[in-house]
């Protein structure tokens, strides 16, 4: 007898989503090696920060606006149904770039 279904979906859905911040842990690392610490980091919150949550929200829009409420409720992985209502064949081209796209960060 395990924990409720429910409880192991709402853990999971809490970890996935802190996962996307991750990068916050970086923080202490990075400010570490600016140079003008004061100015930077500041520009770098205030220009990052929106650019960011104006990204999140145009992805939102985007699935919003390419599928019905039905077809996100039954997605597995909501930005793969996009891609393939979306860009339809390409679709298979997404994970070269995506593996071109990692290697850059090497």
Do not use: H
Request: glycine residues 4%; positive net charge; aromatic residues 10%.
């Amino acid at each position: 007898c395990g924990p409720p279904e429910t409880l192991v979906k709402i853990t999971s859905v809490f970890t996935l989503r802190l996962w996307a911040y991750d990068g916050w842990n970086s923080l202490n690392s990075v400010t570490e090696e600016l140079k003008n610490r004061k100015r930077n980091l500041w520009l770098s919150i205030v220009l990052a920060l929106p650019y960011v949550i104006i990204l999140y929200l145009l992805i939102n829009i985007s699935y919003f606006t390419v599928m019905d409420k039905v077809t996100l409720l039954n997605s597995n992985a909501v930005a793969v149904t996009w891609d393939q209502v979306a860009i339809g064949p390409v679709v298979r081209a997404l994970p070269i770039l995506i593996s071109i796209s990692a290697l850059g960060g090497c």
